[in-house]
């Protein structure tokens, strides 16, 4: 039997438990004990990787439009404004 150590996504943490499976795509979830969050191990679409959501952020800011960005990352529009109105959100908080 092999086991994975995962780590999570949002604070490194190896402190991680099982938590069910996506109810869209069967996929497991895991939440971290640690910051509380819950994330994907692999993800169906390439919009919902934070790697994604972080190109997104750097890209716009070195002045790419929207077509731009999703032509380039081959995703949706609609998910580079999503992307784009969350982080300014974020930052007002």
């Known amino acids: ?3 994975a150590s ?8 190896l402190d991680v438990v099982k938590m069910g499976k996506q109810q869209v795509n069967g996929k ?3 939440k971290c004990k640690k910051c509380g969050k819950t ?3 692999q993800y169906a679409n390439n919009g919902a990787k934070p790697q994604t959501k ?16 999703s032509r380039v990352l081959n995703i949706s529009s609609n998910t580079v404004l999503s992307v784009l109105k969350k982080q300014k959100n974020s930052k007002q908080t």
């Open 1 to 3: 039997m092999v086991t």
């Open 6 to 13: 995962v780590r999570c996504i949002h604070c490194d943490s």
């Open 28 to 30: 497991p979830r895991c």
């Open 39 to 41: 994330f994907q191990i």
């Open 54 to 69: 972080q190109l997104i952020v750097k890209m716009s800011l070195n002045g790419s439009g929207i077509r731009d960005i």
